[in-house]
């Protein structure tokens, strides 16, 4: 037996807060966790839109769905498993790739741009940041971290100068402080400098830190 690969296209999902034009002066990119739906994720975000209505956040959904129990009932969506891994990576960055082009090509070549990856979410945005044909203004990675095998020739140049935010809750059950500060180790490595941003929660957004983030409170 031996294994094949073919390449096909297929209808990708997403959704949008906000209308885009040549006033829209930032746009978010956040990408959901694993086994969440971008339709539910996006809302933690509509603030941010109706704060100011030049902002767009975007909300792209991983390619895999699955039932999140048994055979039926609530959905969810992944951004991929260790099962033929390499090529679910190329698939969503390809897909995020042509999102961003479609989205930018509305704005003005000055338009601010975030990205934001919560829990798997930041995987996945750090490997396609790698690829993508702009650079953002703020790289946010919220319960989760930087991937451990993107080569440091790929990793450093990305991060170099780069505004980059952690987030974590102090009682998340995925991210222990351990893992933190090896994760900022690992990105001080890299010659990034992370800022640490936590709060009272668990494994979950935070409305206040999200504010923070967007400028809307002070630090």
Not at 190 to 212: M, S, Y
Request: charged content about 20%; aromatic content about 10%.
């Amino acid at each position: 037996m031996t294994e094949h690969h073919l390449a096909v296209t297929r209808t990708a999902r997403y959704y949008q807060l906000g209308e885009l034009s040549e006033s829209t002066t930032r746009v978010w990119f956040v990408c959901h966790g694993y086994g969440q739906l971008a339709a539910y994720f996006i809302r933690h975000f509509a603030f941010l839109t109706e704060a100011d209505p030049h902002t767009v956040v975007v909300a792209p959904e991983g390619l895999s769905r699955f039932y999140l129990s048994g055979n039926g009932g609530r959905v969810g969506a992944s951004w991929m498993t260790r099962d033929d891994r390499l090529h679910e990576i190329e698939d969503h960055i390809g897909f995020l790739n042509q999102l961003a082009g479609q989205v930018l090509a509305a704005c003005s070549a000055d338009v601010q741009v975030t990205v934001l990856g919560f829990s798997q979410g930041t995987a996945t945005v750090s490997r396609w940041l790698d690829q993508a044909a702009f650079r953002p203004a703020h790289l946010v990675l919220w319960a989760g971290g930087f991937p451990e095998d993107l080569a440091r020739a790929i990793a450093a140049p990305l991060l170099h100068q780069l505004p980059l935010t952690l987030v974590v809750g102090t009682d998340d059950e995925y991210v222990s402080a351990e893992k933190i500060a090896q994760q900022q180790a690992q990105l001080e490595a890299l010659g990034a400098t992370p800022r640490l941003l936590t709060f009272a929660g668990k494994h979950q957004l935070d409305r206040r830190v999200l504010e923070e983030l967007a400028g809307l409170t002070r630090p």
